[in-house]
């Protein structure tokens, strides 16, 4: 229980300084003081700052892989996925201009695609499109939010995400549904030959 706690507490103030400063002016030192804890306790729980940030992202994808209804829309889901990222847009930015960056795409690349394969999967429901197809089409989305949301960060998270995101949805509104059809009906002409 207490070693839970200092771990939430150690993941809290990480966050909080993130929020202040880029990431390269981050210090062990400085998140030990935050915490009231000694660096040893800090090296007890993490390698080092990189391994907060890892397991920071790691537990908000599992915030969204949880909260995944299938009653929502992909659109729903991402704007739930973007939570942490419209609480902390500083953290966020200083992730992005580091050398971390990675670490941020990454975890933005796997929401994505945990959204749009669980969405393409409600879809597909009662069509027989392909499994291949099935991927393809969820890899596609994944890649096109992926990107835009970078490109959001990159422009400084201006504008609303929210407000992009649905008008997106009325943009593409039926589009996945008519892929799957499409893929099922090139397999009903592949077995007819």
Same mark, same amino acid.
């Given at each position: 229980?207490?070693?839970? #706690? ?22 062990? @030192? ?13 090296? #007890? #729980?993490y390698t080092d700052i990189y391994a907060i940030l890892s ?13 995944? $209804? ?18 902390? @847009? ?5 992730? #992005? ?37 099935? @991927? ?53 002409? $592949?077995? @007819?030959?």
């Amino acid at each position: 229980m207490a070693q839970q #706690y200092t771990k939430k507490i150690i993941r809290e103030e990480f966050i909080k300084i993130l929020n202040e400063r880029p990431l390269n002016k981050i210090t062990v @030192k400085d998140i030990a003081s935050a915490c009231d804890i000694n660096r040893n306790t800090f090296y #007890y #729980y993490y390698t080092d700052i990189y391994a907060i940030l890892s397991e920071i992202f790691q537990t908000e994808l599992q915030i969204v892989i949880d909260e995944y $209804n299938d009653t929502l829309s992909w659109e729903e889901s991402f704007i739930v996925a973007t939570k942490f990222s419209l609480q902390n @847009k500083t953290a966020i930015y200083h992730v #992005y201009n580091s050398m971390q960056k990675e670490e941020l795409e990454d975890y933005l690349f796997n929401v994505s695609g945990n959204i749009m394969s669980r969405y393409v999967e409600k879809v597909s429901d009662g069509i027989s499109a392909s499994s291949g197809d099935k @991927k393809l089409i969820a890899s596609f989305y994944q890649c096109a939010l992926t990107e835009m949301v970078l490109r959001w960060i990159a422009s400084g998270m201006k504008e609303d995400p929210d407000t992009i995101i649905r008008r997106i949805g009325r943009l593409f509104d039926g589009h996945i549904a008519l892929s799957l059809k499409r893929s099922a009906g090139l397999n009903d002409s $592949n077995k @007819k030959q």
